[in-house]
């Protein structure tokens, strides 16, 4: 059983929006640290946005203002809803969820998001 499962990607133009969902399985997600991070070609993996388990949150100064993270513990997932977006939020978005006190750290296999001019 695959603990997280992105989805939620595809194809937008410019300006559009697009919400990612995370659902876990096996793990709770209030508990958890949980970000968004994306991987465009040929660049480094780079953090969106996250949500601490006590709900503090921080978001990549490149979508401060435009994407929003959320979490509904009672459906065990975590939400990045994204808009305005732009040609160079194209990539494939990952959610990864951590707990140094459980003792795991998992990543999503990612879905795709792109973003037409």
């Known amino acids: 059983q695959v603990p997280l499962v992105e989805s939620g990607g595809g194809l937008v133009q410019a300006g559009g929006s697009l919400t990612l969902s995370c659902a876990a399985s096996?793990?709770?997600?209030?508990?958890?640290?949980t970000a968004w991070y994306r991987q465009a070609p040929g660049k480094q993996r780079e953090l969106v946005a996250e949500?601490?388990?006590?709900?503090?949150?921080r978001y990549a100064d490149s979508v401060k203002g435009r994407f929003a993270i959320s979490r509904d513990n009672a459906k065990n997932t975590v939400y990045l809803q994204m808009n305005s977006l732009k040609p160079e939020d194209t990539a494939d978005y990952y959610c990864?969820?951590?707990?140094?006190?459980?003792?795991?750290?998992?990543w999503g296999p990612g879905t795709q998001v792109t973003v037409s001019s």
């Open positions: 949500v601490r388990s006590g709900g503090n949150i």
């Open positions: 096996g793990i709770t997600i209030s508990l958890s640290t």
């Open positions: 990864n969820s951590w707990s140094a006190q459980q003792g795991y750290n998992y």
